[in-house]
């Protein structure tokens, strides 16, 4: 494996880790219903519990990053 991907790989790793480490930290300094949905004027219109937020934020950061580099690795191999 070259030093670039293994580089690329430990810094993605990294990234994860610390985005996953930020929510953790920071969901008790948020109000027990948090704005999760906004119209076109910023207007929140959905909401969602502390626990469905971080969730929410996991799956987005994390989860979906890793589905497209799968992806992109089932395509190209």
Known sequence: MSLLLRLGRGLFRVLVIGFILVVLVTLKELPPVVAS?????????????????????????????????????????
């Open 37 to 77: 949905h906004f119209d076109g004027a910023g207007v929140p219109n959905g909401w969602s519990s502390r626990l469905g937020y971080a969730v929410l934020l996991g799956a987005v950061g994390a989860l979906l990053p890793l589905g497209i580099i799968g992806l992109v690795h089932l395509l190209t191999r």
